[in-house]
C-alpha cells in the first residue's frame, strides 16, 4: 500500500509569492494533519480534518495559511503571501478515524521563502 | 489546556548505557493516549509506542515506557542504546480526537 505522499518535496519561493503544497493520504483513512516543523518551535499543528471536514486549525496560522480536502484523496495547503519566516519542513500525516490511531507521515515538503 | 513537555533538549550517550528521555503531560481528557514518535536524520516521523492503559508497560523495538495517570508521566526507556538510536524523540498526547499534542522534541545521540 501507498504511504503518505506529498509534493513537491523541495519549494523555493520569494517573499510575497503564493505557494500551495499537496498532500495524498493513506488510502482509507478519514483523518488527516497538516504540521509545521522547525528547528525551534518542534511540530506545530496547522490544520485537521475528518472526512473532509475541518475539525481544527492552528489560530495562530489562520492568516495566512489554509488547507483543504478537495476530496478524501486529496489536500492542498495554501500560504498567501508567504514570509521568510515560513521557511520549513511541512508533513501531512493521516490516521484512520479510530481514537488513538497511529499517524502515518509523508516526507514533508521542505520550504525556503527568500 | 493539553500539553506534553519534555525537559531534555539534548540528550549525549555512550553506547551500552540505558536511556530514559522524560516526558510529562497535562490534560483535560480522562483517558489520553500517549505516544512516542521517532524521527531519523532526513526521515518523517514514525511512531514507536503508544498506551492508553494506566500503569502498563508498553515494548517496542527494545524501548519501553509506562503511562502512570498518577504522575502524569510517559517517560521512554532502553536499557542499552545503540547507536542506530540517535534520533529526534517526540513525546505526544491525543484525546477524543486523534490531534496530537506534541512535546518539544529530545534530540538523542548515542557515541561509540
Known amino acids: 500500500d501507498a504511504g503518505v505522499t506529498q509534493t513537491p518535496r523541495h519549494e523555493v519561493a520569494e517573499k510575497g509569492q503564493t505557494i500551495i503544497l499537496k498532500c495524498e493520504p493513506v488510502s482509507g483513512h478519514n483523518d488527516l494533519f497538516w504540521y509545521r516543523q522547525t528547528k525551534i518551535q518542534g511540530l506545530e499543528l496547522l490544520s485537521y480534518?475528518?472526512?473532509?471536514?475541518?475539525?481544527?486549525d492552528g489560530g495562530a496560522f489562520k492568516d495566512r495559511f489554509k488547507a483543504e480536502m478537495l476530496n478524501s484523496s486529496f489536500s492542498t495547503l495554501k500560504i498567501q503571501p508567504t514570509e521568510p519566516k515560513d521557511s520549513a519542513v511541512y508533513l501531512c500525516a493521516s490516521s484512520l478515524t479510530r481514537v488513538g490511531a497511529e499517524q502515518f507521515f509523508g516526507p514533508g515538503t521542505r520550504l525556503t521563502v527568500l | 489546556g493539553d500539553s506534553v513537555t519534555q525537559t531534555e533538549g539534548l540528550v549525549t550517550l555512550t553506547e551500552g548505557l540505558p536511556v530514559m528521555l522524560n516526558c510529562t503531560y497535562q490534560?483535560?481528557?480522562?483517558?489520553?493516549?500517549l505516544f512516542w514518535y521517532v524521527q531519523h536524520l532526513n526521515e518523517s516521523p514514525r511512531l514507536l509506542l503508544k498506551s492508553f492503559t494506566d500503569n502498563k508497560r508498553t515494548e517496542h523495538q527494545g524501548f519501553h515506557a509506562t503511562l502512570h495517570k498518577s504522575s502524569s508521566s510517559f517517560h521512554l526507556q532502553k536499557s542499552s542504546a545503540q547507536l542506530s538510536d540517535s534520533a529526534l524523540y517526540y513525546c505526544a498526547l491525543s484525546g477524543n480526537y486523534n490531534v496530537l499534542y506534541f512535546g518539544s522534541g529530545t534530540k538523542l545521540t548515542v557515541e561509540p
Open positions: 480534518f475528518r472526512s473532509k471536514s475541518l475539525m481544527e
Open positions: 490534560t483535560i481528557y480522562s483517558n489520553p493516549f
